[in-house]
T-cell receptor
């Protein structure tokens, strides 16, 4: 099946620094990618929808200047957490969609901000 | 917005059937999904059902949909230890381009 990778799988950073997370579709092209945040014992919370070549659409309550999303190609989307704070510590998951039901998820990135 | 609700935990014995329940929020949701998440892995699509269907069966999996009550269930027959994972239901609201809205997930624990 289709594979979506994320890099890094885990990252620890200091408060105030920025962290970039990459999401790649390895064997297919994805016109739409999604970024989710998963809290412990919580559902996946949709952060933004990213279409290749255009600006991302952010969900209500998600700061677009803090969570910068770039979808430069059909196989790569990046999420940059700027000026990270401990409350940004979470599990970030991306997914890539190729069709109505064909949505594939990455393994996630564990971000810890100290 | 309103949440998609699921019970958090389910524990069954190997060989028994598991039933995971979900209540979704939007009666106009077009498709409903079940995903499985194993530790360290991404979400894996198990099955989905179109909103005008009542039931869908796929090998050991049976999905039941009660549109009137906005209730969705996933039955796993002959549950195996390898079925232990977190199961998420999700709804697709509105048009095809919208993202999925997930429940909090049900942790299924299968004991031998």
């Amino acid at each position: 099946g289709a594979v979506v990778s994320q890099h890094p799988s885990r990252v620890i950073c200091k408060s105030g620094t920025s962290v970039k997370i990459e999401c790649r579709s390895l064997d297919f092209q994805a016109t739409t990618m999604f970024w989710y945040r998963q809290f412990p014992k919580k559902s996946l919370m949709l952060m933004a929808t990213s279409n290749e070549g255009s600006k991302a659409t952010y969900e209500q309550g998600v700061e677009k200047d803090k969570f910068l999303i770039n979808h430069a190609s059909l196989t790569l989307s990046t999420l940059t957490v700027t000026s990270a704070h401990p409350e940004d510590s979470s599990f970030y998951i991306c997914s890539a969609r190729t069709g109505l039901h064909e949505q594939y998820f990455g393994p996630g990135t564990r971000l810890t901000v100290t | 917005g309103e949440d998609v609700e699921q019970s958090l935990f389910l524990s069954v014995r190997e060989g028994d059937s598991s039933v995971i329940n979900c209540t979704y929020t939007d009666s106009s949701s077009t498709y409903l999904y079940w995903y499985k998440q194993e530790p360290g892995a991404g979400l894996q699509l198990l099955t989905y059902i179109f909103s005008n269907m009542d039931m869908k069966q796929d090998q050991r999996l049976t999905v039941l949909l009660n549109k009137k009550d906005k209730h969705l269930s996933l039955r796993i027959a002959d549950t195996q230890t390898g079925d232990s994972a977190i199961y998420f239901c999700a709804e697709r609201r509105g048009q095809a381009g919208t993202a999925l809205i997930f429940g909090k997930g049900t942790t299924l624990s299968v004991s031998s």
